[in-house]
T-cell receptor, first 116, second 115 residues
Framework: DAGVIQSPRHEVTEMGQEVTLRCKPI?????LFWYRQTMMRGLELLIY????????DSGMPEDRFSAKMPNASFSTLKIQPSEPRDSAVYFC??????????????FGSGTRLTVV | AQSVTQPDIHITVSEGASLELRCNYS??????LFWYVQSPGQGLQLLLK??????LVQGIKGFEAEFKRSQSSFNLRKPSVHWSDAAEYFC?????????????FGTGTKLQVIP
């Protein structure tokens, strides 16, 4: 299993530009999460999906952020327009939950976003 | 709502020494508990998890953790630390109430290993 795959690994963009981050979860996992990690705020849950349906997007900072999961093997997080304060490492994670068992998350390697 | 506290932001240990990282949680019942490790430039990797049963949980890389209900703690231990263990460690908690429940992560403890 290749694990959770994120692309790109690094992204440098100018303020005002659109940025799209991509994630391929582990096959068979029914939950997908987008997190943002910064020194100041630590790990923040932005949004999560269950069976491709967005369940909770209360962590999305503002309307400039949007996320989609068109199928079980692909998700995107888009920032438009980007701002310097969006600079962070963005992680995608997936998990498999069955009954009363939470099997823990598998994280991707992250996308380090720098907005200049 | 649940919460998790990792009181140590940074810990330094000598290679070969024992390690204990502290984690305290707040939740009304017995939660799911996890420890993750993050190496520089990498995502978080699950070390071990506690659901129920035996309160001493064995994980990967020689780590173990003990759930102590009376102390609301889930401390991570390793008897002999290796230089490759230098990383950041996150404790996490989720309600044990069926299906998916939101996982709350601690703020992390950064481990430095000196020769």
């Amino acid at each position: 299993d290749a694990g959770v795959i994120q692309s790109p690994r690094h992204e440098v963009t100018e303020m005002g530009q659109e940025v799209t981050l991509r994630c391929k979860p582990i096959s068979g996992h029914d939950y997908l999460f987008w997190y943002r990690q910064t020194m100041m705020r630590g790990l923040e849950l932005l949004i999560y999906f269950n069976n491709n349906v967005p369940i909770d997007d209360s962590g999305m900072p503002e309307d400039r952020f949007s996320a989609k999961m068109p199928n079980a093997s692909f998700s995107t997080l888009k920032i438009q327009p980007s701002e310097p304060r969006d600079s962070a490492v963005y992680f995608c994670a997936s998990s498999f939950t069955q009954g009363f068992s939470n099997y823990g998350y598998t994280f991707g390697s992250g996308t380090r976003l720098t907005v200049v | 709502a649940q919460s998790v506290t990792q009181p140590d932001i940074h810990i330094t240990v000598s290679e070969g020494a024992s390690l204990e990282l502290r984690c305290n949680y707040s939740y009304g019942a017995t939660p799911y508990l996890f420890w993750y490790v993050q190496s520089p430039g990498q995502g978080l990797q699950l070390l071990l998890k506690y659901f129920s049963g035996d309160t001493l949980v064995q994980g990967i890389k020689g780590f173990e953790a003990e759930f102590k209900r009376s102390q609301s703690s889930f401390n991570l231990r390793k008897p002999s630390v290796h230089w490759s263990d230098a990383a950041e460690y996150f404790c996490a908690v989720a309600p044990n109430s069926g299906g998916y429940q939101k996982v709350t992560f601690g703020t992390g403890t950064k481990l430095q290993v000196i020769p």
